[in-house]
């Protein structure tokens, strides 16, 4: 199910990409991969459209596939639309550096967070085996810088970005039983909201 929820995004991506001939898209592209993410085999690929000198809209998305991580899944995909300003261009081939922009993402869960994470963030482990599934809205900012490389169409991207996650889901035990927070209320999903960094790494960029 996942792997083709990501192939439809891959389609949004291509559709982008063929669309670049239209009014909106006479501007230059940038198509992306992040290489920190793929370093755990976690793809994150992404499409930058420039609207003016100092704007422009970036769409990226991202899965991961794991089955089995401490007895439990960790399926994830998302997907950011975001709006980029570089405030200062510079001289030369390469004038746009450092960026902020806004962003408002959606994403999809099935995941147990693991004990390395729960020894880091302050929240609850859950049991060995147990699983949350549901869906979730992102609200924040991402800032970064782009670093020129010796071949004009390459580029590499530092960027970090962060938030609010708003998240309504479901919760599992091993056996796959629905448990509830409340046994006395049963909820048709349970809804949390956390303040904190869920995305970043290095991308390289290739100009069409």
Known sequence: MFRN???????????????????LFNAKVEIKLNLTSALVLVPNIGIEVKLSEKLSYQLDTSASFYDNIESSPFHTTQIFNELRFYPKLQEGKN???????PHIGYGMFTLRIPKFITSIVDTELKEEGSYQSGRNAYYGITIGKKIPLKNEKLNLELFIGGGTSQSNYKYYNKLGNRIYENPDIEKDFNQSGEELIYRGGLMLTYKL
């Open 95 to 101: 004038p746009r550096s450092f960026f902020i922009g």
């Open 5 to 23: 929820k990501v192939f439809l995004l891959l389609i949004m991506v291509s559709g982008l990409l063929n669309a670049q001939n239209d009014s």
